[in-house]
């Protein structure tokens, strides 16, 4: 190898270790520095669908009012007229959201996403919410083991921390751990 090359190698392996050092502390969750370049991570999730111009699922990186929803959705339809209080309403990670004309003006459903959207979304499934199929969406977790968890979570009238998990037929330590990332209560 000449020398050209030799030195070369050198600065451009110093940046790439300092592109890598800086990518680290993003992840790593470090807080973002004044005149960040670099967009917010949308960590909310929320689906709308109805009388909006683009149904579909929609990230935010806090959570959204029913009005923010709505305008990044394409706004609402031509009959539908909501009332600013019901606008303001302050919506949570993991629901999806229905608006439509009434007979009243404007009518709002929430529910929450199904298990699997979630699962795509990265949003913890709730051990204490979800149905058995629902739990199959959390990976390690089959039919038998997801009637398990009902099962025990109907006893216990709901878990009250997700160590108790330790105690259902065919979730072991091991189990445990690899689903844990996954639930919430």
């Given at each position: 190898m000449n020398q050209r090359k030799k030195n070369d190698i050198v600065p451009g392996g110093l940046c790439l270790i300092f592109c890598l050092l800086g990518l680290s502390q993003i992840q790593a969750g470090h807080p973002p520095c004044k005149n960040n370049p670099w967009p917010e991570i949308e960590s909310v999730f929320v689906a709308v669908s109805g009388d909006v111009a683009r149904p579909g699922t929609y990230g935010f990186t806090h959570g959204p009012n029913l009005q923010r929803l709505v305008q990044r959705a394409g706004g609402l339809g031509k009959k539908v007229h909501a009332p600013d209080r019901l606008m303001q309403t302050p919506i949570v990670t993991g629901k999806r959201v229905h608006v439509g004309a009434s007979e009243n003006g404007c009518l709002v459903f929430e529910e929450d996403m199904s298990a699997f959207h979630k699962k795509t979304l990265r949003i913890p499934i709730s051990i204490n919410g979800e149905t058995r199929e629902g739990l199959t969406a959390i990976p390690g977790i089959?039919?038998?083991?997801?009637?398990?968890?009902?099962?025990?979570?109907?006893?216990?009238?709901?878990?009250?921390?997700?160590?108790?998990?330790?105690?259902?037929?065919g979730v072991g330590p091991g189990l445990y751990d690899k689903i844990k990332p996954f639930i919430i209560l």
């Open positions: 089959g039919f038998a083991t997801a009637g398990a968890i009902v099962s025990e979570r109907q006893r216990r009238h709901g878990f009250r921390s997700l160590d108790e998990l330790l105690t259902v037929h």
